[in-house]
């Protein structure tokens, strides 16, 4: 695609409900990226992926997220057992190769959930 | 730890220059990102360094001092729509050869007419 998408835009649900995160990259794109951004913070890293591999999940907060790739390319993260403090906008980036420090990550429009 | 600061808010008048000054604290250093970000929209990339000096791209410049932490982005001729927070980004080696990028909390820009 042209650019970074990423689905639903807006997701409000119940504490304690999961909920599924999709982001497709840039075709061609072989590394991808999902940060989170709070209200009046800056963007937090969570877990990057190579292809289908995810090397660094360091940032992920809790093992209530997960997050996998198929086919080197569309990537899910999912919250199970959703908390308030989980309310932010979810953020994908991909960038043409992991490996090199100068490719630019684009990012995609975000997924704003908010936690009731 | 990574530490990485950036004021929180600017007031410029439009036709002004304005720099925004950015300062870290990292470890495993390679390379600093200046993304623009308007409200409710994705981050969109403006520059890179990972040498000392200065780069410029039309009414946008970016300078680094590796030795001192340091880096500014630059605006000239602000116009209305530069009115967005600008995020400053480092990025680290990690040891899964990841590149992510470590934010600061961003600078809301404001160009009043």
């Known amino acids: 695609g042209a650019g970074v998408s990423q689905s639903p835009s807006n997701k409000v649900t119940e504490k304690g409900k999961d909920v599924e995160l999709r982001c497709d990259p840039i075709s061609g794109h072989t590394a991808l990226y999902w940060y989170r951004q709070s209200l009046g913070q800056g963007l937090e890293f969570l877990i990057y992926?190579?292809?289908?591999?995810?090397?660094?999940k360091s940032g992920l907060p809790s093992d209530r997220f997960s997050a996998e790739r198929t086919g080197g390319s569309v990537s899910t993260l999912t919250i199970q057992r959703t908390q308030q403090e989980d309310s932010a906008v979810y953020l994908c980036?991909?960038?043409?190769?992991?490996?090199?420090?100068?490719?630019?990550?684009?990012f995609g429009d975000g997924t704003r959930l908010s936690i009731l | 730890g990574q530490n990485i600061d950036q004021p929180t808010e600017m007031t410029a008048t439009e036709g002004a220059i304005v720099q925004i000054n950015c300062t870290y604290q990292t470890s495993g250093f390679n390379g600093l990102f200046w993304y623009q970000q308007h409200a409710g929209e994705a981050p969109t990339f403006l520059s890179y360094?990972?040498?000392?000096g200065l780069e410029e791209k039309g009414r946008f410049s970016s300078f680094l001092s590796r030795s001192k932490g340091y880096s500014y982005l630059l605006l000239k001729e602000l116009q209305m729509k530069d009115s967005a927070s600008y995020l400053c980004?480092?990025?680290?080696?990690?040891?899964?050869?990841?590149?992510?990028?470590?934010f600061g909390s961003g600078t809301q820009l404001t160009v009043l007419p």
């Open positions: 980004a480092v990025i680290l080696l990690s040891s899964g050869s990841a590149r992510q990028l470590t």
């Open positions: 980036a991909s960038s043409l190769a992991g490996g090199r420090a100068d490719q630019p990550q684009h």
């Open positions: 992926f190579q292809g289908n591999s995810a090397p660094d």
């Open positions: 360094n990972v040498l000392d």
